[in-house]
């Protein structure tokens, strides 16, 4: 009943695209008989959670919210959700995003828009942003209709949905979570992550996640931390960077005294505050906006309509042409911009004028971090320069949209881990949300300066 309940909540936000509650029953059951016979119950014994529909879940409709994906039915199960299958958690269904997991709004999903469940107390009829790619796990999860949701991040999409969302989501360090199975968009930043109610929840649901995964060129072999036992509030001797380049001219008000309210609270658990200088900030967003795309125009050239999903076939056509018509049909505005955007930059003529220097960009972003962990264990600043805006704002402005990835991709081109929790409410009751960035493989220094935040 409560089931059906929160799948009708949940049609009214249009977080799920397919819901799977023998998949979760299942779980369920199977955790009563574990615990009927005494053995030992995995770490998400019993969890409900929903999967964000980038993960191939097998012979379960997998779509990436792309129309060129069409009828698939994954024939094998992405590592992460394996995992999160033998640590003992089901799935209620699988969860809208971002087609190809592009954009920070969740407009671009062939499924339509995603309504977030909060509301600006100023314009309460007015429909919000969940935040994207990940805006179906961030609904579903703000509106409680799962306990916990997996999500993705490239440049920032479990971060910022999280933000607007009010809950917590984390991104752990690049190769952490195996991307088998997981539907590439740019491969050298893509990690997935959970999003939860709040940063215990994200602890115990990433290390069931997290791991070595031989199928995974880029997988770290290295042992899972116990993170959830490795929780503390008590930040004595920590010292956080605060970087003077993200205080950025005309920060809103609201997200200026949020951080600043988290700054204090980071030092009430004990901290050390430090200002710090990250001074390539500002070629984050550019060197994102031609990485991504560039990686993105590759991976998205095994959409041809042979090997997956949809396939136009036009009256006496050829090959190229089922390819063009396919295509056509089959990819959203969003995806063939970056297509275009990414073929361009790849293209001999401009490839060291843009590919190439964006990949020294990056290097140069990534030393900027390294340099600042000589003063300071983890870096404290907004997840977001707003609050979540209203759908349809900028929907029809890409580069107004891409702005609001500014604080998230940095932390990404680096392949640090990095979070989002809750930090308060603006003028209008709309939750902001803060971001803390940690060294490579301290996902713990991130989740425990977290904890002291939430
Ligand atoms: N909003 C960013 C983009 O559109 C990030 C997306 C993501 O992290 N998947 O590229």
Redesign the pocket.
């Known amino acids: 009943e409560s089931f059906n309940a929160s799948v009708a909540a949940g049609s009214a936000l249009n977080a799920f695209i397919v819901t799977t509650p023998e998949h979760a029953l299942d779980a369920a059951r199977r955790t009563d008989e574990q615990r009927a016979k005494g053995g030992k119950l995995g770490s998400m014994a019993g969890v409900p959670i929903g999967m964000k529909d980038l993960f191939a879940t097998k012979d379960v409709q997998t779509t990436a919210a792309t129309r060129i994906l069409e009828g698939f039915l994954p024939p094998y199960e992405s590592t992460v959700s394996a995992r999160l299958w033998e640590a003992g958690a089901g799935m209620l269904g699988k969860l809208n995003?971002?087609q190809?997991?592009?954009?920070?709004s969740n407009e671009?999903s062939c499924f339509g828009k995603v309504i977030n469940p909060w509301r600006d107390t100023a314009a309460p009829d007015v429909d919000l942003a969940p935040g994207?790619?990940?805006g179906g796990s961030s609904a579903a999860v703000a509106a409680g209709l799962c306990p916990a949701a997996t999500g993705?991040?490239?440049?920032?999409?479990?971060r910022?949905p999280a933000a607007f969302t009010g809950i917590t989501g984390i991104k752990p360090t690049y190769g952490r979570c195996s991307r088998w199975g997981v539907v590439a968009?740019?491969s050298s930043?893509?990690q997935a992550g959970p999003m939860a109610r709040d940063t215990r929840d994200c602890a115990i649901m990433l290390g069931a996640m997290a791991g070595f995964d031989p199928k995974d060129t880029t997988s770290l072999d290295l042992p899972v931390p116990d993170w959830e036992a490795g929780l503390t509030t008590d930040l004595q001797g920590k010292r956080i960077g605060v970087p003077r380049e993200y205080r950025m001219d005309g920060m809103d008000a609201d997200v200026a005294k949020s951080w600043d309210d988290g700054i204090a609270w980071l030092r009430d658990a004990g901290a050390q505050i430090v200002d710090i200088s990250l001074p390539h900030t500002k070629y984050a967003l550019p060197a994102?906006?031609i990485i991504?795309?560039a990686e993105?125009s590759s991976n998205l050239a095994r959409y041809d309509g042979v090997r997956y999903g949809l396939r136009e076939l036009p009256d006496g056509a050829g090959l190229q042409d089922m390819y063009a018509a396919t295509r056509a049909a089959g990819f959203g505005d969003?995806v063939k911009r970056?297509i275009m955007i990414g073929t361009y930059v790849l293209s001999a003529g401009f490839y060291d004028a843009y590919y190439t220097r964006a990949q020294k960009v990056r290097t140069l972003i990534a030393r900027d971090f390294e340099q600042a962990w000589a003063q300071c264990d983890v870096i404290l600043t907004p997840t977001c320069p707003s609050a979540a805006f209203a759908l349809g704002d900028k929907v029809s402005d890409p580069l107004a949209?891409?702005l609001?990835?500014v604080f998230?991709?940095p932390a990404?081109l680096a392949g640090l881990p990095a979070m989002s929790v809750p930090a308060g409410l603006n003028r209008h009751g709309l939750p902001l949300g803060l971001q803390i960035i940690g060294k490579p493989l301290d996902e713990q220094g991130v989740l425990n300066a977290g904890l002291a935040i939430e």
């Open positions: 995003l971002d190809f997991a592009m954009g920070s671009t994207g790619s990940s993705t991040d490239t440049g920032g999409s479990i910022q968009f740019a930043l893509d994102y906006y991504a795309p993105a969003e970056r949209m891409y609001n990835d998230a991709v990404s």
